[in-house]
């Protein structure tokens, strides 16, 4: 590669004995991209998680998903058709679970 690329070139003189980097002037710009997270984590103590209403959005699904899904299963009409009964009935409180969980965990 040459120097013109954009690509990832490896610079041996960009790192110290120890191996950590060497910062240049060129690293240095306070327009590049660096996250601050990165350099200083939030200690997950400091952070404002409380069990608020999506908590308890959460544990309705999983009631839903974890009891009354599987007694519902359990007492379907063996006449019916049971695509519906071992299929259908176990795949609805899954995908509702997988996306209240994510839901309720992602914060804005």
Request: net charge negative; glycine share 4%.
């Amino acid at each position: 590669m040459s120097s013109s690329d954009d690509g990832y070139v490896h610079d041996p003189s960009g790192f110290d004995a120890e191996g950590e980097r060497v910062s240049s002037e060129s690293e240095s710009d306070p327009d590049s991209d660096t996250d601050d997270r990165l350099s200083e984590p939030v200690h997950p103590d400091a952070v404002d998680r409380s069990f608020d209403w999506r908590g308890w959005v959460l544990v309705g699904v999983i009631v839903v998903a974890f009891i009354v899904a599987p007694l519902s299963i359990l007492l379907w009409p063996p006449s019916y058709n049971y695509f519906f009964a071992l299929l259908i009935l176990p795949l609805l409180p899954a995908v509702l679970l997988a996306t209240t969980a994510v839901w309720a965990t992602t914060r804005p």
